[in-house]
């Protein structure tokens, strides 16, 4: 049982999980690349434990982080929160978690990849297949690297740009946001066919059974948005 | 079972009208559940769509595992034109009940 990489699947579909990796293992805009892969094994294991409550962070659990984590505890314990528990999210939870980070970028920037780690390893999981290995992670500082003019107008989080409220979610990080653009395009519909083209389809699945497939999917995640 | 093309959500656990959608609502929820039963519906949808769409219908859904977690993640809205067009639909599926807008008393 290989990787998706090596599963034979259509060419756009392959490279933009190999884009997802590699990104993860390059300095972020708020993160180091070890950082970066640090936040994506943390998705791992917190999928491999499903069964921990909401309630219960695994900073606050014994012997769940190791005392030389790279991550504070206020990063570990929101990817844990966002894989396993994404419907339970409040401001409230927001507001405390942004507390123990360092600004609100890195928090945009730790959702980022957790998102995108989840639809990764969510499909070769759906797949029967092997999840990618990760990274190394290497060398170099942040980029530093924002979106223009941020302000927190609609989202809990700081955005710029106009368009659909759910494609802006992650404008504060646009390096990171194309990476997730190019993996949405290769895992639903290209994002100009969103609201623009709704009979498109890549000659498998027609447009509507695309969007009941999605539908489902996002009621079975109690997904608010 | 279509209904002029549209999706109809009354009936979305069936399938809501659509070709061969009680197979991909059955197949989304066997690879979810990663039980013994997601092999067999691979092996299903592949016979009745093929398999270049039984691995599309799992890229969708694996893709919605990653937009929710953004948009619950960020506190995104719903954009104004789609809470206009959605009161019904949303009232048929029953999302006023969830979890996420119980707590969060959001109304868009």
Same mark, same amino acid.
């Given at each position: 049982?290989?990787?998706?990489?090596?599963?034979?699947? @259509?060419?756009?579909?392959?490279?933009?999980? /190999?884009?997802?990796?590699?990104?993860?293992?390059?300095?972020?805009?708020?993160?180091?690349?070890?950082?970066?892969?640090?936040?994506?094994? #943390?998705?791992?294991?917190?999928?491999? /434990?499903?069964?921990?409550?909401?309630?219960?962070?695994?900073?606050?659990?014994?012997?769940?982080?190791?005392?030389?984590?790279?991550?504070?505890?206020?990063?570990?314990?929101?990817?844990? /929160?966002?894989?396993?528990?994404?419907?339970?999210?409040?401001?409230?939870?927001?507001? #405390?978690?942004?507390? %123990?980070?360092?600004?609100?970028?890195?928090?945009? #920037?730790?959702? !980022?990849?957790?998102?995108?780690?989840?639809?990764?390893? @969510?499909?070769?999981?759906?797949?029967?297949? #092997?999840?990618?290995?990760?990274? !190394?992670? %290497?060398? %170099?500082?942040?980029?530093?690297?924002?979106?223009?003019?941020?302000?927190?107008?609609?989202?809990?989080?700081?955005?710029?740009?106009?368009?659909?409220?759910?494609?802006?979610?992650?404008?504060?990080?646009?390096?990171?946001?194309?990476?997730?653009?190019?993996?949405?395009? !290769?895992?639903?519909?290209?994002?100009?066919?969103?609201?623009?083209?709704?009979?498109?389809?890549? %000659?498998?699945?027609? @447009? /509507?059974?695309?969007?009941?497939? !999605?539908?489902?999917?996002?009621?079975?995640?109690?997904?608010?948005? | 079972?279509?209904?002029?093309?549209?999706?109809?959500?009354?009936?979305?656990?069936?399938? &809501?009208?659509?070709?061969?959608?009680?197979?991909?609502?059955?197949?989304?929820?066997?690879?979810?559940?990663?039980?013994?039963?997601?092999?067999?519906?691979?092996?299903?949808?592949?016979?009745?769509?093929?398999?270049?769409?039984?691995?599309?219908?799992?890229?969708?859904? &694996?893709?919605?595992?990653?937009?929710?977690?953004?948009?619950?993640?960020?506190?995104?809205?719903?954009?104004?034109?789609?809470? &206009?067009?959605?009161?019904?639909?949303?009232?048929?599926?029953?999302?006023?009940?969830?979890?996420?807008?119980?707590?969060?008393?959001?109304?868009?």
């Amino acid at each position: 049982m290989g990787t998706i990489l090596d599963a034979g699947l @259509r060419d756009d579909l392959t490279d933009a999980h /190999r884009e997802v990796i590699d990104a993860v293992g390059r300095p972020g805009a708020s993160w180091t690349a070890p950082e970066r892969v640090a936040i994506a094994a #943390e998705v791992r294991r917190a999928m491999e /434990r499903p069964d921990l409550p909401p309630w219960q962070t695994p900073s606050s659990t014994d012997g769940m982080v190791a005392p030389d984590h790279p991550l504070e505890a206020a990063a570990i314990d929101a990817v844990w /929160r966002i894989t396993n528990h994404p419907g339970t999210l409040t401001r409230d939870w927001y507001d #405390e978690i942004v507390a %123990g980070l360092t600004s609100p970028e890195h928090y945009v #920037e730790l959702v !980022a990849i957790a998102a995108m780690m989840n639809g990764i390893d @969510r499909l070769a999981h759906f797949l029967a297949l #092997e999840p990618i290995p990760l990274p !190394a992670g %290497g060398a %170099g500082e942040p980029t530093g690297e924002r979106g223009d003019d941020l302000t927190v107008s609609s989202h809990w989080v700081p955005t710029t740009g106009g368009g659909p409220q759910v494609m802006r979610a992650l404008s504060a990080v646009p390096s990171d946001r194309a990476t997730q653009m190019t993996l949405l395009e !290769a895992q639903y519909v290209p994002p100009t066919a969103l609201v623009g083209d709704l009979n498109w389809d890549r %000659g498998t699945l027609d @447009r /509507r059974q695309i969007e009941l497939v !999605a539908t489902h999917t996002s009621i079975v995640n109690e997904c608010f948005y | 079972m279509e209904t002029d093309g549209e999706i109809d959500p009354a009936r979305l656990a069936d399938g &809501a009208g659509v070709p061969h959608g009680a197979e991909l609502i059955a197949f989304v929820d066997a690879i979810i559940a990663g039980d013994d039963e997601a092999a067999t519906a691979r092996a299903r949808l592949t016979n009745a769509l093929g398999p270049e769409a039984m691995v599309d219908a799992a890229a969708v859904a &694996a893709n919605f595992f990653m937009m929710t977690r953004i948009a619950d993640a960020t506190g995104t809205p719903l954009d104004e034109r789609s809470v &206009a067009m959605s009161n019904d639909l949303r009232a048929d599926l029953g999302i006023e009940g969830f979890t996420s807008k119980r707590l969060t008393g959001q109304t868009g």
